[in-house]
C-alpha cells in the first residue's frame, strides 16, 4: 500500500486556486494455461503523482512516473503555473467550482502481494477438474488475473482520502466442435472484488461453475440457429447488465452528452417502460457492497448513487465537477482515472437495472415462440443509442418452455425505443464485474440487470 507523502503538500497549495493532488499505483498480475501448458505468467506495475489545478474553471494538470515528495512538489507547482498561464490568457471570465463536503472515515481494501506461484497452482488445479470432468473438449484455457489501483488524494476544497480497489478473477474458457463440425465457445468469469484469498480457498463453488458451464457448452454443440427478426425475448442479467452499461450508460455520460448523444434532448423525457429504472451504484447496492465499490473519485468528490433513469423517465447525467456545474446538477463521484499519467474522465461504476417482480419461470411461460438470451460475447453501442451485440449463449422458447440451445448469434436496436417494450421484469439481478469500460482509458466497472421480456431485432445465420 502506498506510504501516504501527498497529504502533507496540501500547505504549498496556492490561494483562490482549487487543487487535487493524487498519489497512484496500479499492479496487475496474470497467468495463462492452454491445454495445461504455461503460456503466460506475468507482473507489472506502475507508480506514480499527478497534480490538477483550477483556477476561474481554467485547469492545469501535470504528473511524474516517480514517487517522492520532491515529485510531488513538482507537478503541484507546474499544475499551478500551467492553471494561471491558461486562466491569465482567457478571453472570457470564468467562475470557480462549488466547493464540496469534505472528508470522511473511507473503507480500505487491502491490497495483498501473493505469491505467483499460487496462481499458477490455481490454475493448474482448475486446469486438472477440467480435464477429468470435461471429456468432449477441443481445447481449453484457463487464465488468472489480478488488478488493483491504490489512491491517495488530498483536495483543497472537497474531501481528501485513501482509497484502494483490489479485484481478482479466474476465467475458464472451453471450445467444443458442434454437430455441424464447426467449433463452439463459451467462458465463465469467478472472482470479484478483493484479492486472491477472497475468492480461490474454497473451490466447491467454482467447479459447480465448470459443470454448468461444459453442461451448457455441450447444449450448445446440439445448438441450431435463431430465426432473424423482431422477436420476443428474455433478455438475461448479463445481458441487461451490457445494455445498461454500452446501449444507455455512455449516452448518459455527461460530456458524451455535451458532444451531442441522444440523451442531451430526451432529459426528463420517457426513454423506456415504466418497469425500467436505472442507477449507477457507487459503493452499495441492494443492501450489500457492490462489486467494485467506489467511495471517492479522483476530484476529491464523495461517491454517491446516481438514479439516471426513474420508471422509464430518463432524470440525470454522471458529471464530474465542470459538467455538473454547467447542467446545474450534483457531481456524485464519477470522475476516474485509471493511471497516475491519467487526467479524471467521466466514467461508470456499477451501473445496474433495478429488479422487477415477475419470477424467471413465469416470464419464460408467457412467450409462445421466442427466445432466452443468457450472455454475451462483446457488444458496442453509439451515442445514439444503436447497439449491436453478439449472443454466445442462449436458448429457444416454444410454448412457454425452454428448447434447443442457440448458435452463436447478434442482437441490434435502438436502446430508448426497445426499452420502451420491456413488460415484464425479473425479480432477481445478475452482476458482472471482470470486464474493462474502454473510454479513452481502461477501467474496472461493475454492470447488471435483471431479465426482461420485451422486443428485439436478432440475426440468423
Given at each position: 500500500m502506498l506510504k501516504d507523502?501527498?497529504?502533507?503538500?496540501?500547505a504549498l497549495f496556492a490561494d483562490g486556486m482549487q487543487t487535487v493532488l493524487r498519489g497512484h499505483e496500479n499492479r496487475s498480475r496474470r497467468v495463462v494455461l492452454l491445454k495445461g501448458n504455461l503460456v503466460q505468467n506475468g507482473r507489472s506495475s506502475s507508480r506514480g503523482i499527478s497534480a490538477r489545478v483550477?483556477?476561474?474553471?481554467?485547469?492545469?494538470?501535470?504528473?511524474?512516473?516517480?514517487?517522492?515528495?520532491?515529485?510531488?512538489?513538482a507537478v503541484l507547482r507546474a499544475a499551478t503555473e500551467n492553471a494561471a498561464f491558461l486562466?491569465?490568457?482567457?478571453?472570457?471570465?470564468?467562475?470557480?467550482?462549488?466547493?464540496?463536503?469534505?472528508t470522511k472515515a473511507l473503507?480500505?481494501?487491502?491490497?495483498?502481494?501473493?505469491?505467483?506461484?499460487?496462481?499458477?497452482d490455481l490454475c493448474h488445479t482448475v486446469d486438472e477438474y477440467v480435464v477429468a470432468h470435461c471429456p468432449k473438449l477441443t481445447s481449453r484455457t484457463v487464465v488468472y488475473t489480478e488488478d488493483s489501483q491504490d489512491k491517495i488524494i488530498v483536495s483543497s476544497?472537497?474531501?481528501?482520502?485513501?482509497?484502494?480497489?483490489p479485484r481478482c478473477y479466474l476465467y475458464v474458457m472451453m471450445t467444443a466442435e458442434s454437430k455441424a463440425g464447426v467449433p463452439v465457445e463459451l467462458f465463465k468469469a469467478f472472482g470479484g472484488g478483493g484479492s486472491f484469498e477472497d475468492h480461490f480457498i474454497d473451490l466447491e463453488p467454482?467447479?459447480?461453475?465448470?459443470?454448468?458451464?461444459?453442461?451448457?457448452?455441450m447444449d450448445k454443440a446440439e445448438g441450431v440457429w435463431a430465426e432473424a427478426g423482431v422477436k420476443t425475448v428474455i433478455l438475461g442479467g448479463m445481458m441487461g447488465g451490457m445494455l445498461a452499461h454500452e446501449a444507455v450508460g455512455h449516452t448518459v455520460e455527461a460530456d458524451l452528452v455535451l458532444g451531442g448523444s441522444v440523451a442531451g434532448p430526451n432529459l426528463h423525457k420517457r426513454v423506456a417502460s415504466d418497469l425500467v429504472t436505472l442507477v449507477d451504484y457507487a459503493h452499495t447496492a441492494f443492501g450489500e457492497t457492490v462489486p467494485l465499490p467506489v467511495y471517492l473519485d479522483d476530484e476529491g468528490t464523495l461517491a454517491q448513487d446516481v438514479t439516471l433513469i426513474q420508471n422509464g423517465i430518463l432524470t440525470g447525467y454522471?458529471?464530474?465537477?465542470?459538467?455538473?456545474?454547467?447542467?446545474?446538477?450534483?457531481?456524485?463521484?464519477?470522475?476516474?482515472?485509471?493511471?497516475?499519467?491519467?487526467?479524471?474522465?467521466?466514467?461508470?461504476?456499477?451501473?445496474?437495472?433495478?429488479?422487477?417482480?415477475?419470477?424467471?419461470?413465469?416470464?419464460?411461460?408467457?412467450?409462445?415462440?421466442?427466445?432466452?438470451?443468457?450472455?454475451?460475447?462483446?457488444?458496442q453501442a453509439d451515442l445514439t443509442g444503436e447497439f449491436m451485440f453478439g449472443v454466445s449463449l442462449g436458448y429457444e422458447i416454444k410454448k412457454g418452455k425452454l428448447g434447443r440451445a442457440l448458435l452463436d448469434t447478434t442482437v441490434s436496436g435502438i436502446a430508448f425505443e426497445m426499452l420502451k417494450t420491456v413488460d415484464m421484469v425479473s425479480d432477481r439481478v445478475t452482476w458482472s464485474s471482470s470486464g474493462f469500460c474502454g473510454k479513452k482509458q481502461p477501467m474496472p466497472v461493475g454492470m447488471a440487470g435483471p431479465e426482461m421480456r420485451l422486443k428485439i431485432s436478432i440475426g440468423g445465420r
Open positions: 507523502i501527498i497529504t502533507p503538500q496540501k483550477t483556477k476561474n474553471g481554467r485547469y492545469g494538470f501535470s504528473s511524474a512516473a516517480s514517487y517522492t515528495e520532491e515529485d510531488a512538489q486562466d491569465a490568457r482567457a478571453q472570457s471570465a470564468g467562475r470557480s467550482y462549488p466547493a464540496l463536503a469534505g473503507p480500505l481494501r487491502p491490497i495483498v502481494d501473493v505469491e505467483q506461484k499460487r496462481f499458477i476544497d472537497a474531501a481528501s482520502g485513501h482509497v484502494s480497489y467454482l467447479y459447480r461453475g465448470v459443470d454448468e458451464l461444459y453442461g451448457r457448452l454522471m458529471n464530474n465537477r465542470e459538467t455538473a456545474q454547467h447542467f446545474g446538477m450534483t457531481p456524485a463521484g464519477n470522475a476516474r482515472a485509471w493511471t497516475y499519467a491519467d487526467e479524471p474522465l467521466i466514467r461508470m461504476r456499477n451501473t445496474a437495472i433495478l429488479p422487477g417482480k415477475d419470477s424467471l419461470s413465469d416470464m419464460i411461460a408467457s412467450i409462445d415462440d421466442g427466445y432466452y438470451l443468457i450472455d454475451s460475447s462483446n457488444g
